[in-house]
């Protein structure tokens, strides 16, 4: 199969970038199973730009700067805040449903380390309208097609060109090629890599998997930002409901299951520390309390405010019986975004003719060592359009025959992938989670190498790609990624901290880059 334009993922990066393709060109966005599975349609909390009157381009700099922990692009970070209000307002006329208030302006709510109200929200549902609309407009546009059930398997790289990707049909199980002149990877983040994650399970880092084997640079896999509050059950699902942080910036607080709150003594914002603060307190306390969970107490807010604002919250938590305007909420940290990614440059360009790379799969550096709240829908819209507009500016007519895709002929058995499916995701979790040491860093490197080295053989020699299969390979090269990255960086910083150097050391103010 041929396309001009070939995206792989329907999250907004992935949608963002097709619209800004000009008509002439045809567009073909594949993804790995239903086009709805994805994180955006998951995001709840909104979109940061400045649109207050207190409020300023500088103070939003400021504040992503603050929270990057120094690791920051200075460059994008300035470029994103500038361009927000133009895009956000752009997201609007294509028919996202923002809240509004009385006045007809964005209603802006406040999310942790923002020194001023700019969240703007579809209340609960943010990531859902925006995909709502984009996907209409999708539709609407005769260039463009979705093609569901299609895994990308690996990219085909000739003479430093991108000329395509092999994809597996999961629907006939066959492996088809689909050849292209720009190719922009959108796959999302890695949440699936962990145990309790606020991501879809196909979150398995598959872009970056695919770039990393190709010898394409990854920049700080470390950087693996934890939600402090997603809904904490008993018997947990494969996905952990999020509980937006814009319920604190709302006045919740957490507490203990005595009702005692505890996030002063850690932070003067209290419940609204910066994420990583909040999360790390979090697992201290359930540490040093052998609790299974805190609780989210809402009684600050009104109930007719809490049902209004968080109507999904509210409904989700209903139907575990939770009553929201009644009771607390009990919460836990679960893996939620990473920071790192494909390293690309400000128009999104990998370095590789014709390839491309935006949202949660590309690093640009715009969050460093830590994300500010709502930046991330809002980095993928301002980087897709300028990938789309770099893309085209370099378009390459050429066509090539890609080289010959081997693969094995036996099957894996479906209980073996998913043991170690399970096994991966328990050791990321245990080892590689909120709070870090040495030595269990090294006992993961261990395990997933072994792993590693079992599976690079079996794949090149004996086994034929099935999605689940392609998944777990995915799965463990971005595992490795990660580790190895940890293992570098020997100090606290942001999101990675590590019980061995608990400060951070000027000697590691710079990205780590796995290649
Ligand atoms: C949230 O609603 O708390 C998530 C927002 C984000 O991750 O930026």
């Given at each position: 199969m041929d396309t001009d334009i070939l995206v792989v993922g329907t999250g907004i990066a992935g949608l963002f970038f097709s619209l800004k393709i000009p008509s002439k060109y045809k567009v073909t966005i594949v993804t790995k199973k239903g086009k709805e599975d994805t994180s955006t349609n998951l995001a709840q909390g909104g979109i940061a730009a400045v649109f207050a009157k207190d409020d300023s381009f500088e103070l939003h700099i400021r504040d992503t700067l603050r929270i990057g922990e120094g690791l920051s692009n200075p460059t994008g970070v300035e470029l994103m805040v500038k361009e927000a209000p133009r895009l956000v307002k752009e997201l609007h006329t294509l028919g996202t449903q923002f809240t509004l208030n009385e006045k007809g302006e964005f209603d802006l709510g406040r999310e942790a380390a923002h020194s001023r109200r700019r969240i703007v929200h579809a209340k609960d549902l943010t990531g859902k309208s925006i995909e709502n609309a984009l996907f209409k407009k999708v539709i609407e546009s005769e260039n463009i097609e979705i093609i569901e059930d299609r895994l990308a398997l690996d990219l085909a790289i000739l003479n430093n060109r991108c000329i395509g990707i092999w994809t597996l049909n999961s629907l006939k199980d066959k492996i088809e090629f689909i050849s292209s002149k720009v190719t922009l990877l959108a796959t999302g983040g890695v949440g699936g890599l962990y145990l309790y994650?606020?991501?879809?399970?196909?979150?398995?880092?598959?872009?970056?998997a695919m770039a990393k084997r190709c010898g394409i640079k990854v920049a700080n896999m470390e950087f693996i930002q934890f939600h402090p509050t997603s809904l904490y059950l008993e018997f947990p699902s494969e996905r952990s409901f999020l509980i937006s942080e814009s319920v604190r910036g709302?006045?919740?607080?957490?507490?203990?299951?005595?009702?005692?709150?505890?996030?002063?003594?850690?932070?003067?914002?209290?419940?609204?520390?910066?994420?990583?603060?909040?999360?790390?307190?979090?697992?201290?306390?359930?540490?040093?309390?052998g609790d299974k969970c805190v609780y989210l107490n809402l009684s600050k807010i009104s109930p007719e405010r809490i049902i209004n604002r968080f109507p999904n919250i509210y409904n989700n938590c209903k139907a575990y019986g939770i009553d929201i305007t009644k009771q607390p909420i009990p919460c836990i940290p679960s893996a939620h975004y990473l920071c790192g990614g494909i390293l690309v440059d400000e128009n999104g360009f990998t370095g590789i003719d014709g390839l491309y790379a935006a949202g949660e799969t590309s690093c640009v550096g715009v969050h460093g060592a830590n994300r500010l709240a709502s930046n991330s829908l809002l980095e993928s819209i301002v980087f897709s359009e300028r990938a789309a507009y770099r893309s085209i500016n370099n378009i390459s007519n050429e066509r090539f025959q890609p080289p010959e895709y081997k693969t094995g002929k036996k099957t894996m058995q479906s209980k073996d992938i998913e043991?170690?499916?399970?096994?991966?995701?328990?050791t990321m979790w245990d080892k590689l989670g909120v709070i870090r040491n040495v030595r269990e860093m090294i006992d993961a490197e261990t395990e997933i190498s072994l792993l590693a080295k079992?599976?690079?053989?079996?794949?090149?020699?004996?086994?034929?790609?099935?999605?689940?299969?392609?998944?777990?390979?995915?799965?463990?090269?971005?595992?490795r990624s990660i580790i190895t990255s940890a293992l570098k960086r020997k100090e606290s910083r942001g999101l990675h901290w590590v019980e061995d150097y608990p400060y951070k050391d000027p000697a590691y103010k710079r990205d780590t880059i796995d290649e």
């Open positions: 994650t606020t991501n879809p399970s196909v979150s398995t880092g598959d872009g970056i709302e006045g919740a607080i957490l507490v203990l299951k005595n009702g005692k709150s505890f996030m002063k003594k850690y932070h003067p914002s209290g419940s609204l520390a910066p994420r990583d603060v909040v999360a790390r307190s979090i697992t201290k306390e359930l540490k040093m309390t043991a170690i499916r399970k096994k991966i995701k328990k079992e599976f690079d053989t079996k794949w090149e020699k004996e086994i034929k790609p099935t999605f689940e299969f392609s998944n777990l390979r995915n799965m463990i090269t971005v595992a």
